[in-house]
């Protein structure tokens, strides 16, 4: 909010403007001494009011200074507006009402002071609105800023926690496949070891028969289970670099050109995720925004980090901000501890890197 419409500025330029108003009428008026020290005592209270919150009940410091100098100078009627324009202000306008009241009829002036004391109780009710408003909208701003961090919280959180889950989901995988070959294809491959073995020492030409038999209906059904293990574990949709040459070949807008080096097995499942969501949002937003005839993806992987860049020839004007999917990855990439970077300049680019947690490729 701008300085010029705070609403406090408003509050004090008011009262030194009455402290204005205060030493015009002095001026045309006999300008005595009395009148003159009555105004400095008001003026001091503004200027307390003006450094410090002072509590409703110091109006009563105006209103008794005021009635001190009834019988010197006329002044000190108008001084009411004052304490008026005070208890307007702190939300106390029937008090304000008699004290405007008590004080006009008590000095049954004309009634210019009747619209002095008038625009002093407006000006207050007016000022204690404002303010009320602007309370509430801060307490409202505050809310909204502390939902969203909540909300910006609670993605991060369930991120962590799909990562979590998919190597969870990784590491009983293998479990599952290491129980499966041991309960399986490993007792069948012993008990032929076994037989092989047996089978040297035998002397009888039906007895070895029998034994090579047995060997090789183990082998037999080992090789079927290890056929049916390795079918099993075969997915049925596309996945890791798959997905990502997928949505490549789909992409028709736009010649494009996917480059890939070092080991792929090392990226885990999670990072796929966000590497699948990253090429299909910047190709959406080529295919929109961009005047490119060529888009290069390049996607690296080494020991420690996975890069995948995003690349188009275009010269087109770019938007001035971020996407609201773009934000959603940079946050995604931030929760797994890398970064995604974005670039206007020599065409759009985008650049997603990725740390390996060594742990997780280790476990």
């Known amino acids: 909010m ?77 001084g009411f507006a004052l304490p008026i324009f005070e208890l307007a202000l702190k939300g106390k306008c029937l008090f304000s009402l008699f004290l405007c009241a008590g004080v006009f009829f008590a000095q049954a002036s004309s009634s210019f002071l009747f619209w002095f004391f008038f625009q002093a109780f407006f000006f207050g009710v007016f000022s204690f609105i404002f303010l009320k408003n602007q309370e509430m909208y801060r307490v409202d701003i505050d809310e909204q800023r502390k939902v969203r ?13 799909n990562q979590s889950v998919s190597h969870q989901a990784e590491l009983m995988e293998r479990y599952r496949i290491a129980r499966e070959l041991h309960d399986h294809l490993g007792h069948d491959l012993t008990g032929a070891t076994l037989a092989l073995q047996a089978y040297q020492y035998v002397q009888e030409p ?64 999670h990072i796929w995720s966000l590497l699948e969501s990253c090429v299909k949002e910047t190709l959406t937003n080529v295919a929109k925004h961009s005047n490119a005839t060529k888009v290069e993806v390049d996607l690296q992987v080494t020991e420690s980090i996975v890069r995948l860049s995003i690349k188009d020839n275009g010269t087109a004007k770019k938007l001035s901000h971020t996407g609201s999917g773009l934000r959603s990855l940079q946050m995604r990439s931030r929760s797994m501890g890398g970064s995604l970077s974005i670039s206007h300049e020599n065409g759009f680019l985008v650049v997603c890197v990725i740390p390996l947690d060594k742990e997780m490729l280790n476990g």
Request: charge should be positive.
């Open 206 to 269: 039906e007895e070895a028969k029998k034994i090579l038999q047995e060997v090789k209906n183990r082998l037999e059904r080992s090789t079927k289970s290890l056929r049916e293990t390795v079918h099993n574990m075969t997915p049925m949709t596309r996945i890791g670099v798959e997905s990502l040459e997928s949505v490549v070949r789909n992409f028709q807008q736009k010649d494009i050109e996917f480059k890939k080096s070092g080991n792929m097995l090392l990226v885990p499942v």
């Open 2 to 78: 701008k300085k010029l419409m705070e609403p406090l500025l408003f509050v004090n330029s008011w009262r030194f403007l009455m402290m204005g108003a205060f030493i015009h009428l002095w001026v045309l008026g006999d300008s005595q001494i009395s009148s003159f020290i009555l105004i400095l005592l008001l003026l001091l209270m503004t200027c307390l009011r003006w450094r410090f919150a002072l509590p409703v009940w110091f109006v009563l410091v105006d209103i008794l200074i005021c009635f001190f100098y009834f019988p010197y100078t006329d002044i000190a009627y108008y």
């Open 149 to 161: 961090y909540e909300l910006e919280r609670i993605k991060i959180d369930l991120l962590e926690a």
